[in-house]
């Protein structure tokens, strides 16, 4: 008997099966006994994760050890024997934020969301503003997260806009993908790299089925290296461990400032001495922006 020790990436994990890539190829994945000994608080393997793992003979492996994330998308599953914490991607390099400039019209709330759960995870973000071709300028609307400091690639597969830049940005990174139906992001998918989209719409459609039905991720390799894995999970994500006055320091504008309040516990709405409400009457923070934090701060959003 012959067996052979491997390092590889986790690309697809179904019903305890994990699909590894490795510099020898792909090898289908159980979990070794060992690591599942114990109450298990989390996925202990994921799609995003990389491994050590034995090569059977007859070609199929044991999964030895997942090595540490740098970080993990994760989203509360409460269940009957307590709080389990599953793992949409882990690693990601980045989050991409798929938003159409209109048809349908964009959901500033919901990116803003995505965005304070991408700060707390440390993912950093790219926001994708699709269908440009339907605006006159699709600055108007997503410039403002630009002078925030994130980066904004506005696209449109009609007139093969912003491709090239998208497609260097996700060459040789793990990139999540997330956005509201509609956007384009199958189209933009399929630009980027032919059977793409149609590929990552076939996974989405199984996970969105039901809770009962098996739960397949996967992530697709790229052309010039890389991977993006759709994450459909962001829309559902609670700040779950988020308290209410932490809120302010996962949007880049309002943080610096906290420091300036003339109260530590300044809820930023009606404190005398608010630097945070000094600098939205000086214009230096968008109102949209203040509102979804509010929003936020008191679980409405």
Not at 114 to 136: C, R, S, W
């Amino acid at each position: 008997m012959t067996e052979a020790t491997r390092h590889g990436l986790i690309i697809k994990a179904q019903s305890g099966f994990f699909t590894v890539e490795t510099d020898a190829g792909l090898v289908v994945c159980q979990l070794r006994g060992k690591l599942k000994q114990g109450r298990a608080t989390g996925d202990i393997a994921a799609l995003g994760d990389r491994v050590e793992i034995t090569v059977l003979d007859d070609g199929s492996g044991v999964v030895e050890n997942v090595e540490e994330r740098k970080q993990a998308l994760v989203r509360l599953d409460p269940r009957p024997q307590g709080k389990y914490q599953q793992v949409l991607l882990a690693n990601a390099d980045q989050a991409v934020f798929i938003f159409a400039c209109a048809n349908p019209n964009p959901k500033l709330k919901m990116l803003d969301r995505f965005l304070i759960i991408a700060e707390k995870q440390k993912i950093p973000p790219i926001i994708v503003a699709n269908k440009t071709d339907l605006v006159t300028d699709a600055s108007e609307v997503f410039g403002l997260y630009e002078t925030i400091g994130y980066r904004v690639i506005y696209t449109s597969v009609k007139e093969n806009r912003g491709v090239e830049e998208l497609r260097a940005a996700l060459a040789k990174k793990i990139s999540a993908f997330a956005g509201p139906s509609g956007v384009g992001k199958s189209s933009l998918l399929n630009t980027l790299q032919p059977g793409l989209g149609l590929a990552v719409n076939e996974i989405s459609k199984v996970m969105n089925k039901g809770r009962h039905t098996t739960v397949t991720r996967e992530m697709f390799a790229l052309n010039g290296g890389g991977y993006v894995a759709d994450t459909p999970g962001w829309k559902s994500l609670a700040l779950w461990d988020t308290e209410p006055e932490e809120v302010d320091a996962y949007f880049p504008e309002l943080a610096p400032l906290v420091a300036e309040c003339q109260f530590s516990d300044c809820s930023h709405t009606h404190e005398p001495g608010c630097a945070v409400r000094t600098a939205l009457d000086a214009g230096k923070i968008h109102p949209a922006r203040f509102d979804s934090y509010l929003k936020l701060r008191s679980g409405q959003e």
